[in-house]
């Protein structure tokens, strides 16, 4: 026969393992009220989104390729990278394209404490406003590492969150062919397609990629624009 103490005992092991269990798995409260951009379903666009510049090797090359094919794309910057190669991130905004902020020093968001994760984002911001204020603020994590501090922040701060729909991994592949294979298979109308800077592979695919979209129909537009789109439909 248990004892009344132990039958105490093991229902708070029982309820602190429930309660425990909720903490973990619960969905984040702000999660819904964030305001946030996802693929336009049968609408003929696609949005090109670049991660991680400025960089001095490769945002030259990327500038240059969607200058020449009048393409505008979606910067997501790098508030450290944006003051090293500020001449770099003038040429983006002076070739109007729209900035989106990727945070200062790009790391793991979801390992950082709530005032790091503020001056994360805040840094950010403060880069991107010191060569031209975007009128919507567009963020995206590093690796899209997202949790309720960071999803708290973003509803508190009205900001918008602008993840992806396809990506082609172009940050762990040097050659174009892969980054070309992978976007001829599984791009669909009304995506919004993640890239990087640094890498000579994404440079080589570009072109292919804008003629890809424009084969199908389909028009380029930046974050912005598709989120207008998405209030109106
Ligand atoms: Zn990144």
């Known amino acids: 026969m248990i004892s009344a103490f132990a039958r105490i005992l093991l229902f708070l092991v029982f309820a602190t393992g429930i309660w425990a269990i909720y903490l973990h798995e ?10 946030h951009i996802e693929r336009l379903r049968g609408q003929p666009v696609v949005a090109l989104t670049i991660d991680d510049g400025p960089h001095p090797l490769t945002t030259p090359l990327i500038l240059e390729t969607l200058k020449q094919m009048n393409v505008k794309a979606t910067f997501f910057v790098v ?6 190669y500020p001449e770099l991130a003038r040429r983006i905004v002076e070739d109007g394209h729209a900035l989106g ?9 979801t390992e950082l404490t709530p005032a790091q994760v503020a001056r994360e984002i805040e840094r950010g911001f403060e880069a991107i406003d010191a060569v031209q204020r ?17 999803l708290n922040y973003l509803h508190k701060h009205q900001i918008v969150l602008a993840l992806w729909s396809l990506n082609p991994g172009d940050w762990s592949l040097l050659e174009a062919q892969p980054i070309t294979d992978y976007v001829d298979k599984h791009l669909q109308a009304g995506d919004i397609i993640l ?4 890498g000579v592979g994404t440079c080589q695919a570009l ?24 209030r109106d439909t």
């Open 26 to 35: 619960r969905p984040p409260t702000a999660q819904m009220g964030v305001r």
């Open 79 to 84: 508030g450290k990278m944006m003051r090293r």
């Open 101 to 109: 902020n990727h945070t200062e020093n790009h790391l793991r968001l």
């Open 134 to 150: 975007q009128p919507l603020r567009l963020f995206r994590p590093p690796g899209g590492g997202l949790n309720n501090i960071v």
């Open 195 to 198: 890239l990087h800077d640094g």
């Open 207 to 230: 072109p292919h990629i804008i003629r890809s979209i424009r084969k199908r129909g389909w028009r380029t537009v930046t974050v912005p624009e598709m989120l207008a789109m998405q």
